[in-house]
Structure formats: C-alpha cells, structure tokens
C-alpha cells in the first residue's frame, strides 16, 4: 500500500514538472520567434524620436518604437561618415541607427521608415 502511495506521489510531481515545463516554452515563445536587423538614417534634426525626452539618441529610439508596440532586442548607432553635411534638417548626420527587432514586427517598423 505504501509502494502505490509512492508511485502517485511521483507520478504527481512528474505531471506537475511536465506541465511547468510547458507553460515555461508557451510563454517564453515570444523571445524565441525570428529576429532581424532593420536601419535608419539618421537625419540632422527631422527624425521622428527627436522630440522625446531621453539622455541620449540610443534611448530615444527605443521609446518611440516601444511607444509603437516595436519590441526591441538590441540597437546600434554607427557612424558612417562625418561629413561635411549641411545643417538642413533634411541632411544626413552621417549615423546610421541599427535596430534588431522580431520578423512580425518588420512591417511595422517598415512603416515608420526604417529599412531591411
């Protein structure tokens, strides 16, 4: 009798385990989906994250896509060249801003006008 007590106790805490690690792969699903590297850019002063708040242009990109339901994963400004540029705010900065977003994301950053 204490052998069939045992063996449901364990069978118990298996389901249990396996059902954990389940709803453990169902809710981490979302880091796991594919990944891609989109651009931008940067223009001297008519870019759409100009106007927030934030202690640098690195943070003020995350804020304007995660304000547009863009998941961001990682974010890279390069410098490409340092002119000379005109001071038009239609004119290059010479930086190009790398963001690495989820493949469902794509059109929506798209929108906004970063490329693949």
Do not use: H
């Not at 891609?36 to 106007?51: G, H, I, R, V, Y």
């Not at 930086?95 to 929506?108: H, M, T």
């Amino acid at each position: 009798m204490i052998w069939i007590i045992q063996n449901i106790r364990e069978m118990r805490l298996k389901t249990f385990l396996i059902i954990l690690s389940i709803l453990l792969l169902v809710t981490c699903e979302k880091d796991l989906g594919v990944k891609t590297w989109t651009f931008c850019n940067e223009t001297q002063c008519s870019n759409a994250w100009d106007d927030i708040s934030a202690i640098n242009t690195e943070d003020r990109v995350k804020k304007y896509l995660e304000n547009k339901d863009i998941r961001i994963f990682d974010i890279k400004i390069e410098t490409y060249s340092y002119g000379p540029f005109c001071a038009a705010c239609f004119c290059p900065s010479g930086r190009i801003i790398q963001v690495l977003v989820q493949e469902s994301d794509l059109e929506k950053i798209q929108e906004l006008g970063f490329k693949k």
